[in-house]
């Protein structure tokens, strides 16, 4: 894949972590002239901060940012953004990163989960909100070439033991992605599931720190003092060379280590 085109890139939680590596590392590869990046997250000022880095190595980009809560964002908030950021301008193609998420509380078994309150909020944040913005981006670039990111996790294929909320909420991700990725023709609407590996990032603190299975957070643990936990420059610096490579089919999940 040529990343060097006239490119819309939209990326949702990059105010840190992996969400502000891919911000940084794909407004690297994608052409400056006509180009625009437009980074989602909570705080504006973690949000100021990746677009300042942003245009210190590319100061031709123009870059927006927008802070919002997705527990209580709505299509419409999405519809106004994409249309407040287009601007008239033409792409070669649009890209967008479904990066946003929590992990949940990991202090409760599976068999507690049930306050519908709380459900419905957490889904809200990190499944019904992504769905939202892809039809507002696919309505908005439906004759335009395409990738879509769905930023999963082998959480998404396999249980883990105090992480009911995570699972389930990335397995119904990552199958509406494939789903989608089944219907659109890959030459407009190119689909990816991208598991980017055990990240040293606050969601794994998350976990050390709060998992109720000792064994889960111990693993953690070991792996984050033995520094065998990947770095979000590395995970993203391999996902840019697979987006390259481009020997995935539309709707495939890929791991870091595969």
Do not use: W
């Amino acid at each position: 894949m040529n990343l060097n085109q006239r490119t819309y890139l939209l990326v949702t939680g990059a105010s840190r972590g992996i969400g502000q590596e891919m911000a940084q590392q794909l407004a690297g590869h994608i052409n400056d002239a006509g180009s625009v990046v437009v980074l989602l997250g909570r705080c504006e000022l973690q949000l100021q901060k990746t677009k300042d880095a942003i245009l210190g190595s590319r100061p031709k980009l123009t870059v927006h940012t927008y802070s919002l809560e997705l527990a209580t964002s709505k299509a419409a908030d999405f519809a106004r953004i994409l249309d407040e950021t287009l601007s008239g301008k033409e792409f070669e193609r649009a890209i967008i990163i479904h990066n946003a998420g929590t992990l949940g509380d990991t202090s409760k078994h599976a068999h507690e989960l049930g306050d519908i309150e709380i459900l419905e909020q957490y889904y809200h944040v990190n499944l019904f909100s992504a769905l939202a913005l892809n039809r507002e981006f696919m309505r908005v670039f439906a004759d335009q070439c395409k990738l879509v990111v769905n930023l999963s996790t082998l959480a998404a294929l396999e249980p883990f033991s105090s992480m009911a909320y995570y699972c389930t909420v990335k397995a119904a991700r990552e199958m509406y992605f494939r789903v989608l990725a089944l219907e659109e023709t890959p030459e407009k609407t190119l689909v990816i599931n991208y598991a980017p590996g055990v990240i040293d990032t606050q969601m794994t603190l998350q976990v050390q720190s709060e998992s109720h299975d000792p064994a889960l957070a111990a693993a953690f643990r070991e792996q984050r003092e033995s520094k065998t936990m990947l770095t979000p420059q590395q995970t993203v610096l391999k996902f840019v060379q697979v987006l390259q490579a481009q020997k995935f089919n539309s709707g495939d999940h890929v791991d870091y280590r595969d």
